[in-house]
């Protein structure tokens, strides 16, 4: 799935990533990959962006480390960052499922 | 599920490639505008040493996994696009255009501080009133609207902004210009038409992500001299009184312009100007 396709639920599937721990950049965009089964194959410069944004609206932390002889950002949630997930999480299960209902004919959530 | 990545991971010694340098040579001419340009320099290049290590490990030529982690990462203008890009899908980059609209915000100052300083002569403050003082005087005043109007649109450029913001935005700074124009002993009108212009500005340029006040002045000057004026006519209510309260009000509005282009000015020329063409701004 390209760039288009996600736009609008990349912050929510960052958050999500993150959630599980701190990840530098090139470990977010790989589970990414992992976790969708290499459905979302974006072209992998363009999550910093992304990673920049939701660390300048304090939804993630970051921080500098060393790595290989390299500097290394690593990011992680932040409180703030937590709560907006849980948010965008509920959104995103409300509509999947009422737009899984539709699709299958059946009234939601019974259809879930 | 691979572990290496995290935090923990020791991180992979560098490959020396060309191709990778010539990607983040690249970058950086099209991310020189931004100020954290070597942070993020930095973090793509470790992003790409540790692809291509990883491929490397899994047998490939070095040289390939070279090509092939380019290839997943994107072309360096895309990925330069995408942090200039605003929530509404405009590029925000500062331009040689934006450099110079920040030269002439520098002269709208000048032009604001000159205009206030000519006042007294429009007025019976100092030396009785007359035509050739008061039209000089009102030149003065346009001069400054209008270089302000552009200084402005530059930041309108700056950010992105579309027709629904930008229309809005120039239509009432030029709005102010023709009022003072029109006729410049009602200075309240065509200053709250400017404010309320480069207020619809900074908002936008907020919303695209710039973090810059610069234009606060601008908006709450021409209000608090509008009120100083009455305040002071209202005093003792004689000629001269009247005279002062003009002077008084359009000052601090005046000084107000003046300290909030000279700011904007500042910072439109800091920036670097992004080092990609018109068309690709545009796409």
């Not at chain 1, 959630?19 to 459905?39: K, M, N, T, W």
């Not at chain 2, 490397?56 to 996994?65: E, H, I, K, L, T």
């Not at chain 2, 021409?222 to 006519?233: E, S, T």
């Amino acid at each position: 799935m390209k760039g288009d396709a996600l736009k609008g639920h990349l912050d929510l599937l960052i958050l999500a990533v993150l959630a599980e721990g701190p990840r530098h950049g090139y470990a977010v965009i790989e589970q990414l990959r992992l976790r969708s089964g290499d459905v979302f194959d974006l072209p992998e410069g363009t999550v910093y962006p992304v990673l920049h944004r939701l660390a300048q609206a304090e939804l993630l932390e970051s921080s500098w480390s060393e790595a290989g002889g390299r500097r290394r950002r690593v990011y992680r949630l932040s409180d703030r960052g937590r709560a907006a997930l849980a948010e965008q999480r509920s959104a995103w299960e409300q509509f999947a499922g009422a737009v899984g209902a539709v699709l299958k004919g059946a009234p939601w959530p019974s259809a879930v | 599920m691979a572990q290496r990545g995290l935090i923990d991971s020791p991180g992979s010694p560098a490959v020396n490639s060309d191709v990778i340098d010539a990607c983040l040579h690249r970058l950086r001419r099209s991310l020189q505008w931004r100020s954290d340009v070597d942070d993020i320099l930095a973090e793509m290049e470790d992003h790409l040493q540790e692809a291509v290590s990883r491929l490397v490990d899994r047998g490939m030529d070095p040289g390939d996994a070279a090509a092939m982690a380019l290839a997943s990462f994107g072309e360096p203008d895309s990925v330069a696009r995408s942090f200039a890009r605003t929530p509404s899908g405009g590029i925000a980059v500062p331009t040689r255009l934006t450099r110079r609209a920040g030269a002439v915000a520098h002269a709208a100052a000048g032009m604001w501080i000159l205009a206030a300083m000519l006042t007294p002569l429009a007025t019976d403050f100092v030396v009785p009133w007359q035509q050739s003082y008061y039209l000089v005087w009102s030149a003065s005043v346009v001069l400054a609207a209008l270089a302000t109007t552009v200084a402005v649109s530059g930041l309108l450029v700056r950010s992105a902004a579309g027709l629904r913001w930008a229309g809005p935005s120039l239509g009432l700074l030029i709005l102010g210009t023709g009022a003072f124009i029109v006729g410049t002993w009602l200075w309240q009108l065509g200053a709250g038409l400017l404010a309320l212009g480069a207020l619809l500005a900074l908002a936008r340029a907020r919303a695209a992500g710039l973090r810059l006040s610069t234009l606060d002045w601008l908006v709450v000057g021409p209000p608090v001299g509008a009120v100083a004026q009455i305040v002071v006519d209202r005093l003792d209510g004689g000629v001269m009184n009247a005279a002062l309260a003009g002077v008084l009000g359009f000052g601090i509005a005046a000084v107000a312009n003046a300290a909030a282009l000279v700011r904007l000015g500042w910072w439109l020329r800091s920036e670097t100007p992004a080092d990609l063409d018109d068309a690709q701004i545009a796409a």
